[in-house]
């Protein structure tokens, strides 16, 4: 990886617009905390208790990274919950989601990289973002275990309040630019899931960087809009942030 003090001839601008990248907008689960096992194992309990058997792994992939949990419960209980169901269902699987971060011990901490970049950019003054699925009272206990307040403002914390469909709708990936008083194109984004992913092309993310295992980078490569992929945020090509 080049160094961000690279000359501004090496400052990517976005796909012939000629904007220049000026912000990072993160997703938050699988990014900035890799808590994929623990959702899914919540997702997994819960799945039983309702419908008598746990989701597998391709209705991980496909139905739950990255989706917002009334999408997740109507695929789950075969039709959309109404307003009071959900609420209560939501509320009784982050319960045994949290549990399960508390009990993770060393494990429940902002994933490999992501405390040096955040630095960095809080450091350099580059706007930066959260745009997750997670409802507001997961947000509010990554704050308090994670300290997510040491270097982001409310206003740039963007999570699911049921304002708007969930991933791969692109409303919260425009939300969050517009926290950041960036245009779509001027911003970057860092994902893992499909639907995040569909998320930041379909709002016209200027750079879309897909993080995941060595595995997975083929796969992640080819995804339409995808212009890098990395193993973890140590990865992140702060170049493309370099000021000229």
């Known amino acids: 990886m080049k160094s961000e003090s690279r000359v501004a001839g090496d400052v990517a601008q976005t796909q012939g617009s000629g904007i220049r990248l000026k912000g990072v907008i993160f997703d938050f689960n699988g990014v900035l905390f890799w808590d994929n096992p623990l959702h899914e194992e919540a997702w997994r309990q819960y799945s039983t208790r309702l419908r008598g058997r746990p989701l597998n792994d391709q209705e991980m992939v496909e139905q739950v990274h990255g989706k917002v949990n009334r999408d997740i419960f109507a695929h789950v209980l075969g039709a959309p919950p109404t307003d009071e169901v959900l609420a209560r269902l939501a509320e009784e699987k982050e319960i045994i989601y949290r549990r399960l971060c508390l009990e993770a011990g060393e494990a429940f901490r902002l994933s490999p990289g992501a405390v040096e970049l955040l630095d960095f950019l809080a450091a350099h003054d580059v706007p930066r973002a959260i745009a997750t699925s997670s409802p507001w009272v997961n947000l509010s206990f990554y704050i308090e275990h994670l300290h997510l307040d040491r270097w982001f403002r ?39 899931s499909l639907a995040g992913i569909a998320a930041a092309r379909a709002a016209g993310i200027g750079r879309i960087i897909a993080l995941g295992p060595a595995e997975r980078h083929a796969e992640l490569a080819a995804l339409p809009g995808v212009t890098d992929v990395i193993g973890d945020l140590g990865q992140f090509p702060r170049r493309l942030l370099a000021k000229p």
Do not use: N, T
């Not at 963007?158 to 960036?182: F, T, V």
């Open 154 to 192: 409310p206003a740039q914390l963007i999570y699911d309040r049921g304002h708007y469909p969930g991933k791969p709708a692109p409303d919260i990936y425009l939300e969050a630019s517009e926290a950041l008083a960036l245009p779509p194109p001027a911003c970057v984004v860092v994902e893992d």
